[in-house]
């Protein structure tokens, strides 16, 4: 079966969740299926990877209308495939006009979604109503649509309900957890800033609304203060929110030592020492489909503490691996809480307690080890999309 994936991001271009759950599952899905990746950006070195730059008369387009001229190139090139399939609105356009074009299957995964993420127009200005057509015409049509959670298929459903929900099915995210394990590697932390002899908080993402990062840098002025806060922040979505988070860095780091703030991007290695060194991980997000960084810092044996929202609840046990930060949110897609001042309060209380507390938080790290080892393996995922793929080519 020749399988046709599609996605913005793709080593060594990969920024986010979605360019990692790409790279692993097309890694996994090559056992058994030719695979042809066609993504964004300079070209790539491995074989049956096709790179596309944006045509050069759009070069100074909106983005939007910048992506759309990348995926009519990629839509032209998937014929011969038997199964196409898109990875984010910025991939769903492609993969939607091959399904079109040379009358294959579209199989879509969502990431996450474009009405839920309406500070999206900081970003990319009226290309957000255009980023929004496309996938909302993409995933009306597509012929199987993965939800990487159960709380994602929910929202599918609810912001696309002329999708028939026998199309909608949930396959988790993944990890290798090969690559992501344990790695206590204390001289690589102090080379990064950090004191290994210290408790620590760790945060992992990009500079987004959706990962709740000034939310985080409230509720660290609570923190026992021997604790370090260590952010591994970085691809700010737009200057606005990358200013609001260097205020509130710079005031935090007047009021308290060990805030330290890593921008560059981490290898592998580097990222799982600096999980490893952790008392625990934090996941503030107020929008999560998922959150494969959660996965990464139970595979290295960290507790998670995280958000009470989206797939966040699917992955970290509460109690068991890690804690859930209840939450109220306002139902106009932005997910902001409620009650600010009462999530950063509850925030900093059960980070405060979890950090506090090693011995438990180590066995719940030991805990989300065995858990991500029992539900999250990529050759498990793969499996299950093969599952679907074959499904719609009967």
């Not at 950090?194 to 990962?211: E, L």
């Not at 981490?266 to 959660?294: D, K």
């Amino acid at each position: 079966m020749r399988v046709d994936v599609i996605s913005r991001e793709y080593p060594p271009e990969v920024y986010g969740g979605a360019g990692v759950h790409v790279a692993e599952l097309v890694r996994a899905l090559r056992d058994e299926h030719d695979v042809r990746v066609r993504c964004f950006g300079a070209p790539r070195n491995e074989a049956n990877t096709h790179a596309y730059l944006v045509p050069g008369t759009l070069s100074s387009a909106n983005p939007a209308l910048a992506t759309l001229g990348v995926d009519l190139a990629i839509a032209d090139d998937v014929d011969g495939a038997d199964i196409v399939h898109s990875h984010t609105w910025y991939a769903n356009a492609a993969g939607h006009l091959a399904q079109l074009l040379h009358g294959i299957p579209h199989v879509v995964t969502a990431h996450s979604l474009e009405p839920l993420r309406p500070w999206k127009a900081e970003q990319l200005g009226g290309g957000y109503r255009v980023s929004r057509w496309i996938e909302k015409t993409a995933f009306e049509s597509a012929d199987a649509v993965i939800a990487v959670s159960d709380g994602m298929r929910r929202d599918i459903l609810r912001c696309y309900p002329e999708i028939d929900e026998s199309r909608v099915s949930v396959i988790h995210n993944g990890i290798d957890l090969e690559r992501w394990q344990r790695t206590i590697d204390h001289d690589a932390v102090r080379a990064l800033g950090i004191d290994p002899d210290r408790p620590s908080v760790v945060f992992v993402g990009r500079i987004t609304r959706q990962k709740g990062l000034p939310y985080l840098l409230q509720a660290a002025r609570r923190l026992p203060p021997e604790v370090q806060l260590v952010l591994c922040a970085g691809a700010p979505d737009t200057p606005e929110i990358l200013r609001e988070v260097q205020h509130g860095v710079a005031a935090l780091q007047t009021e308290r030592t060990g805030v330290v703030w890593i921008e560059r991007m981490l290898s592998p290695l580097e990222l799982s020492a600096v999980l490893s060194s952790a008392t625990t991980f934090v996941c503030p997000s107020v929008y999560e489909p998922l959150g494969i960084v959660n996965l990464e810092a139970m595979a290295c044996g960290v507790a998670v503490v995280g958000t009470n929202t989206g797939g966040i609840p699917e992955v970290v046990e509460d109690g068991v691996t890690g804690r859930l930060v209840p939450i109220d949110q306002v139902h106009d897609g932005s997910g902001t809480p409620l009650d600010p001042e009462r999530f950063i309060a509850d925030l900093a209380a059960i980070l405060t307690e979890v950090v506090s507390d090693p011995s438990t938080a180590h066995a719940m790290g030991a805990a989300g080890r065995q858990r991500a080892e029992h539900m999250f393996s990529w050759d498990r995922i793969a499996a299950r999309t093969t599952e679907l793929y074959r499904g719609l080519l009967l």
